[in-house]
């Protein structure tokens, strides 16, 4: 058979053959997103965090200070989720049915700061890690404030940036970023959540008093619970006790509480804070005759203040491993963490897993680690699995719409095992709970 040859000596047969072979592939999931990446410039750590065998995420997580117990509990969800990602375990496939093992076929791996909760260190480590290790994704917080100051820099770097729990409605409020994204419950949710219950329970017309952490997340939470509880409720906030992060003594806060005529304790603390002052509140006989209420539960919170304290406190949270009944990937999750680290996992840890499970599926879907590829898969706003239904991330706000859990502290005589603290009374669907997307000012700014 005759050939012909062009000026370079190939024949337009192989040529042919050849552009058909480059036609298929790009029909391959992916292939498309990483021919229309390679002709894009250079941004943020890409291409060089991703030319090798590896990629690089950076967690900056409180091991020490107020938040350090919910920190190491988060911790323990990313990484499994890294393990799960790079074995191609069953339940990361769920997420990600693409995967094989590494996030496109390459493994991940971790480099972690202590963030002490304290903006400052936490965005200093991320910027090492930037630069040091071409980190492809940022994460950690547990604090708002953390997550906030963590978002300008994403946007600064152009690196994705996955918050861990962040409550505040102004991660992706006012203070949102394009390149920043969250996948658990906040503040607005939680209050519209929770606030039916509250009303239902306790009638309308009651006295509250709040205690409110003295930064973003605490003002944020605390203004949505009484708008609601004062719009839906006839309510009344009687005081407003607000405490630096890190309080070790509540004892005038609680005394101004006494004497406020309050029917209602509205307790916004989160991590140590939240356990010492349910201690103390108790300590100074304000409960049991005052009801109290946390409407954003924090992880560990009735085993590390007792549960014969938590016994009928009213919660909203993210997760809780009871679910395993009702939800199968919650059980499944519930088997891995339990095998791995000897105790059921609390939201803190199911937080972390599914936002880095969210974050591979997106890339693995784009088929590069190009960032404006992945935020764009984002924003396609396409069902994604969670640990307790289907979700979905907003394109306007980059805020996942999931359910919130509505819980109730056990009596300890009504513990079926050592870790059965809360009963669920309800799995909230998200999107009636959610404010408008611009509601809180949210302007995502440029992809690049």
């Not at 990629?55 to 409180?62: D, E, G, K, L, R």
């Not at 972390?352 to 784009?366: L, Q």
Request: glycine share 10%; aromatic share 10%; proline share 5%.
């Amino acid at each position: 058979m005759a050939f012909s040859f062009d000026d370079n000596g190939v024949s337009r047969r192989a040529l042919l053959q050849g552009s058909a072979g480059l036609a298929g592939s790009m029909m391959l999931p992916g292939f498309a997103g990483m021919a229309f990446a390679a002709n894009e410039p250079a941004i943020g750590t890409w291409p060089e965090g991703s030319k090798g065998n590896s990629v690089t995420v950076s967690i900056a997580v409180p091991r020490t200070g107020a938040y350090a117990v919910q920190g190491e509990d988060e911790l323990k969800g990313w990484q499994l989720a890294v393990e799960h990602m790079n074995s191609g375990h069953e339940l990361m496939k769920k997420f990600v049915p693409t995967l094989k093992k590494g996030v496109l076929g390459k493994e991940v791996k971790m480099v972690v700061a202590d963030s002490g909760a304290k903006p400052n260190i936490a965005v200093q480590a991320h910027q090492r890690a930037i630069s040091e290790n071409k980190a492809v994704l940022l994460t950690g917080s547990t604090s708002s404030a953390v997550a906030v100051a963590t978002n300008k820099l994403a946007q600064r770097e152009h690196v994705l940036y996955v918050s861990g729990i962040s409550g505040s409605n102004d991660t992706t409020g006012k203070d949102c970023v394009r390149y920043g994204f969250r996948q658990n419950f906040y503040g607005e949710t939680a209050a519209n959540a929770i606030g039916p219950v509250l009303v239902k329970a306790f009638g309308k017309g009651k006295k509250a008093a709040f205690m409110t952490p003295d930064y973003t997340y605490g003002h944020t939470v605390t203004k949505s619970v009484n708008e609601y509880l004062t719009k839906n409720g006839g309510w009344t906030q009687v005081t407003d006790q607000v405490s630096p992060l890190g309080t070790q003594d509540f004892s005038q806060y609680l005394t101004n509480i006494a004497n406020s005529g309050a029917d209602v304790i509205v307790n916004v603390n989160w991590g140590r804070d939240a356990v010492l002052s349910v201690q103390q509140a108790k300590q100074f006989g304000l409960t049991p005759k005052m009801k109290m209420v946390i409407p954003y539960q924090i992880p560990f919170l009735a085993k590390e203040a007792g549960p014969e304290l938590m016994a009928g406190v009213f919660a909203a949270t993210d997760y809780w491993w009871t679910l395993e009944d009702k939800y199968p990937l919650a059980k499944m999750f519930n088997a891995a963490f339990v095998k791995k680290f000897g105790y059921h996992p609390e939201w803190g840890a199911e937080n972390a897993y599914v936002s880095f499970a969210h974050w591979a599926r997106m890339v693995e879907a784009a088929g590069t680690f190009y960032p404006p590829a992945v935020i764009k898969q984002y924003e396609k706003g396409e069902t994604v699995p969670s640990m307790v239904g289907d979700a979905h991330y907003r394109p306007q706000d980059h805020q996942l719409v999931r359910p919130v859990v509505i819980v109730r502290g056990k009596e300890p005589k009504a513990m079926k095992n050592k870790e059965d603290f809360w009963e669920v009374l309800e799995v909230v669907p998200g999107e009636p709970l959610m404010q408008k997307p611009d509601a809180f000012g949210c302007k995502l700014g440029d992809y690049t």
